[in-house]
């Protein structure tokens, strides 16, 4: 697949234990964007952080928290970008997106080898 140089990166800010239909919100977010043919999907998962609730979570022994802070990246062509906020939207009842446009220097596949 050729990525255009021109893209747009997304970023989802959520917490990890955020569910869609019963099933974890990333998962269901990264399988959907596999689904829809997007470039890829990446799942990063926060040492600690807060959102708009302002509620602190971390993975430090003092103060466990099981619902640590999750960024999913996806970088595609505009139009996908777009067409996968319209889904996104429906899901998503918590948490934030952020879009930026990228510059794609590389973007290869080696075909099993």
Do not use: C, W
Not at 3 to 28: F, N, Q, T, V
């Amino acid at each position: 697949m050729k990525l255009l140089e021109k893209a747009e990166r997304i970023r989802i800010y959520m917490g990890e234990d955020d569910k869609h239909k019963g099933r974890p919100l990333a998962d269901a977010i990264i399988n959907e964007a596999r689904k829809t043919g997007l470039a890829g999907a990446t799942i990063f998962r926060g040492m600690g952080g807060f959102g708009a609730n302002s509620r602190i979570r971390t993975s430090k022994i003092l103060r466990l928290s099981e619902d640590l802070p999750v960024i999913i990246e996806i970088v595609d062509h505009p139009d996908l970008i777009d067409q996968f906020l319209d889904f996104l939207n429906g899901m998503i009842t918590e948490g934030m997106i952020t879009r930026e446009p990228v510059n794609v220097i590389t973007y290869r596949h080696n075909n099993g080898k």
